[in-house]
């Protein structure tokens, strides 16, 4: 990774505003991982006036559920979901202070509106790095949802994750800049 940005949870207005789809980041910090089942009781929550199990101001959801750690390892492989699977329930969490998700893939234009409104950030992680991604992971203990499983919510503590913004707080899409280029960047020998 060329130039990482080095970033550490909680996010601030201020580093969602100093981010730019495209930028490489290292993140470190609390994360926190939800995925479609946690998201519909999140907004259920919400929807009801009951109080979250989690507070997210300033938080990163990533959307993933580990496989089960073996013996000696923090966490099994965590890899990334499809982010638009969490759209429909992605703006009311960014109006209640949500500032950053993982996931892979595009958003929608609605997540993107939102993005722009609360000025978040919407980071990549590839699909396939599982096992990478776990390398970066300190600790891992289940806050809520436990009757889930591997996609009860859980608090995450990373240590310079790989990712890559692909929607910056101003809406810029990093697929869009990408489908935008005419021709294939040349690979030195």
Not at 28 to 57: C, F, M, N, Q, W
Request: proline share 8%; charged share 25%.
């Amino acid at each position: 990774m060329n130039n990482p940005i080095h970033i550490t949870t909680p996010l601030t207005d201020r580093v969602c505003r100093s981010l730019k789809a495209g930028d490489p980041v290292l993140l470190s910090g609390e994360v926190y991982t939800a995925r479609d089942v946690a998201h519909r009781r999140l907004h259920e929550a919400i929807r009801d006036g009951k109080k979250l199990p989690l507070d997210i101001k300033g938080k990163i959801i990533f959307y993933a559920a580990p496989s089960p750690a073996r013996p000696g390892q923090i966490i099994g492989s965590i890899g990334p979901t499809t982010g638009s699977r969490m759209d429909a329930f992605t703006p009311e969490l960014l109006r209640i202070g949500l500032k950053g998700m993982i996931a892979k893939g595009k958003r929608s234009p609605e997540v993107i509106e939102a993005i722009k409104k609360y000025g978040a950030v919407y980071f990549g992680a590839p699909g396939g790095v599982a096992a990478l991604m776990a390398r970066h992971i300190r600790r891992a203990d289940v806050v809520a949802y436990e009757d889930l499983g591997p996609e009860a919510i859980m608090r995450l503590e990373v240590s310079e994750m790989p990712l890559v913004v692909l929607t910056d707080s101003r809406g810029r899409d990093f697929y869009k800049a990408v489908r935008g280029v005419k021709k294939s960047p040349k690979i030195p020998k």
